[in-house]
């Protein structure tokens, strides 16, 4: 049965005639019966009989994805997500119908929940259906501090947020999950690589513009001094961040060049994090380090420590007030 029904798809002169059974096995008791016919309508769905596909077969597929039966609940994801990047015009008026309701089985298994994700990033593509999708984008954000959730399927909320990011239509919410993204910049693995990587389009598409400090300091502290492999990373977001705030290019960096960069940052915290970094990497290199850059980290350095040492004779002096420190010195005006 199984087999007879995913070859109807293959078969186009018997779908006419057998395609009403077909759908009638959407209600069938065995779950592999079930997904067999999900499977059939999908190969439909790609096919040159896709007229037979009407809104009650679609709203029927819709019915699966709250099945018992997982595999048949990701197959019923599967299959409306080729009726909807196939056919979005012929069936829109059932599509409109159904996206409210993609969203509710997103507490259920970890592989039902990537489907659901999955199957909102193909509406999301699809113009008439983004804004129904932004609708529900406060759902999947909260996914991000819920520790509960895998860590599998919190990086696929974080590649769908990433594939959002260059449509205006999501961005008021997606500057709103900043804060949520940068906690995880200090998870291990691949969820902490993945944040900095989606931070890092959110500022390639300007989403920064209106962060406040807290998000910065937020992300600034999360560097690791001294280890370069997990601050390049950070590094080159924080100077994204900035460059795209001067509307200037964002280039393609090596590590030593972002560090370099660092060094001119605006933020303090990132300039002596950057001459931490650089000197790791500069005791593990074994190609000769170019002179304009070792000039450059020097001078950065020595003014480093200088400040640091006004610091502590001004802390020394004055106590702890920072009011005092601050009309005593003042950082003197940089220079282009």
Not at 52 to 71: I, M, P
Not at 125 to 153: G, R, W, Y
Not at 177 to 197: D, N, Q, R, V, Y
């Amino acid at each position: 049965m199984t087999q007879y029904l995913i070859c109807l798809g293959v078969y186009p002169n018997a779908i006419n005639n057998a395609f009403p059974n077909v759908a009638k096995r959407l209600l069938d008791e065995d779950g592999n019966v079930r997904d067999a016919a999900l499977q059939a309508i999908c190969v439909i769905a790609q096919s040159d009989s896709h007229s037979v596909l009407t809104d009650d077969v679609v709203e029927a597929v819709s019915r699966k994805f709250t099945d018992n039966e997982s595999h048949v609940r990701i197959s019923a994801f599967h299959t409306f997500s080729t009726i909807v990047k196939l056919h979005n015009d012929a069936l829109q008026s059932a599509i409109m119908t159904i996206v409210p309701v993609v969203i509710s089985p997103l507490t259920s298994d970890s592989k039902t929940q990537i489907a659901v994700l999955e199957t909102l990033c193909t509406l999301a593509k699809t113009e008439i259906f983004a804004e129904m999708v932004n609708d529900v984008l406060d759902q999947i954000i909260a996914l991000l501090s819920d520790v509960a959730i895998p860590s599998h399927v919190r990086i696929r909320v974080l590649q769908m947020l990433t594939s959002l990011a260059p449509q205006t239509t999501f961005h008021y919410k997606l500057k709103a999950a900043i804060p949520a993204i940068a906690l995880l910049l200090e998870s291990k693995g691949e969820i902490g690589t993945t944040a900095t990587a989606t931070l890092v389009d959110f500022a390639t598409n300007d989403l920064f513009t209106d962060s406040s400090s807290d998000v910065i300091s937020q992300i600034v502290s999360t560097l690791s001094e001294g280890n370069c492999y997990t601050s390049e990373s950070i590094l080159h977001l924080l100077f994204t961040i900035e460059t795209r705030a001067q509307q200037a290019p964002v280039e393609k960096n090596s590590n030593i060049t972002v560090f370099k960069y660092s060094l001119g940052h605006t933020d303090d915290r990132v300039r002596l994090a950057g001459i931490r970094n650089l000197r790791s990497l500069f005791r593990n290199m074994q190609n000769p380090v170019p002179s304009k850059l070792v000039s450059q980290f020097w001078m950065s350095q020595n003014a480093s420590m200088m400040n640091a040492r006004k610091s502590r004779l001004l802390h020394s002096t004055y106590g702890s007030c920072s009011s005092t420190r601050h009309n005593l010195v003042q950082e003197p005006p940089r220079t282009s």
